[in-house]
C-alpha cells in the first residue's frame, strides 16, 4: 500500500480542528471534575452527540456521519486527549455498537434501532464479557433459551462500559452450548426488558466517570427481531466488531498520551531547576524526544489499520498491532510525564496524575495486550 498521510487531506485537517476545538472549549474544563466525581458527562455527550461523533462510520441514512474510520480515529484522539472517559462512552457507542447493528442488522433494527442510536439520542454497550470469560469469549456461559416467539435469556456480564446509562445492549449468549462457538448467537436488547439488571458498578482506578457495569440477565424475553446476524454466527459478530473497537480504544491510548505529552512540554519549559528551565536539562530532552517518537509510531500505525478497514482490506492484525502499540505507548508516556513533573506529577493538580491512571485500561480493554499478540501471531504464523 501507499503511504497514506490524512494530514494532507483537507476535510480531515478541519475535522481535527473542529474535534480539537470542541474537546478544549466543551470537554477539557469538566474532565477534572468527571474524574473526581465519578458523574456521567450528560451535558458532554449531548454536545458530541450534536456534533455526530455518536455514530460517525453510519450511514447518513441511518442517522449516522458517514465518515471513514480514519477520521474516526482523529476525533477519537482529540476527544481522549480532553477526557479518556468521554472516549470510551463515545467508542463503545461507534465501534462496538453502531458497527455491529449497520453490518449484521436488520432493516427494521437499523430504522428502531440504530437511528437513535448513531444520533446519540441513545446510548448502547456491548456485553460479551462475563465472569470466567474474559480473554476466551468462546466459552460464554449466558445462556439463550427458545421460547415462543423469540428467546429468554440467562446470565451474568461483568466490565460493560456504558451498562449503566445504555438504552440498548448488544448482547452475547450461547443457545446451545455443545457446539462450542458455533452455538454463540448476538441479540438487541432493549435494557428496559424486565429482569435486565445493573448488579453493580465497578469502583476502578481511572476512567471513572464511564460506567463499568456487572449486568444480570434474569429471564430476559428478546424477541425473534432481536436477534443480530443469525444464529450461531454471534461469536464472529464478537470478534469482527472487536477488530474495530481495536481502532478507536488505540486512539483514545494515543489521545491519552498526547496530553500527558503536552502537559511535559508545558512543564519543562516552565518549570525551573538549577537556574533554567528543565526543558534545558537532556535527561528531560531525550524523555520529550522519546515520547514524541512513540507517539508519531502508534498515530501511524492506528492510521495505517484505520485505511485499511476503510479501503476494505483485511486489518484484523493492524487493529491488533495498533491497540498494543498505542495503549503501551500511553502506559509508558503517561509513567515518564509524572517523571518530567516530580512530584508535582504525583498530585491530582496537575493532569498527568489522571492520564497515568487512565492509560492503565487501555492495555486490558477489548483485548489484553497479551491477546492482540496472539491475535498478530496467528496472523503472521497461522493458528
Ligand atoms: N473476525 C471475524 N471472525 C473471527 C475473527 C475476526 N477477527 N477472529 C476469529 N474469528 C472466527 C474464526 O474464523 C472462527 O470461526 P469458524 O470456526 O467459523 O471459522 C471463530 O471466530 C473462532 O476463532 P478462533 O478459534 O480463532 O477463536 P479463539 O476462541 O481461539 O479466540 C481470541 C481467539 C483472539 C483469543 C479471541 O477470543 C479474542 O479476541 N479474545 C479477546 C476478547 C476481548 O477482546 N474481550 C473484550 C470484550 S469487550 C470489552 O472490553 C468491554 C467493553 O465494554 C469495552
Redesign the pocket.
Known sequence: MILYWPEQDESKKLLQEQAREFAKKEIAPHAAKFDQTGEFPVEVIRKLSDMGFMGMMVNEQYGGCGFDAVSYAIALEETAAACASTA?IM??NNS?VCVPLETFGTEEQKREILIPLAQGKKLG?????EPGH??????LKCQATKVSGGYKINGTKN?????KEADYCILFATLDKTKG??GICAFVVDTKTKGYQVAKIEDKLGITASS?AQLFFDDVFVPDNGLLGKEGQG??????T??G??IG?AAQALGIARCAFDASKKFALEREQFGAPIAKLQAIQFYIAEMATEIQAARLLIWYAAKRKDMGLSY?KEAAMAKLKASEVAMWVTTKAIQVHGGYGYTKEYVVERNFRDAKVTE?????SE?QK??IA?QELG?
Open positions: 470510551v467508542s463503545v462496538l454497550c456491548f456485553a460479551l464479557s474474559g480473554s476466551d469469549p468462546a466459552g466490565w460493560i462500559t456504558n451498562g462457538h458455533k463499568t461469536l464472529r459478530i464478537a470478534l469482527s472487536l477488530d473497537g481495536r480504544i484484523t486490558i480493554y477489548e483485548g489484553t491477546i496472539l491475535v496467528a493458528k
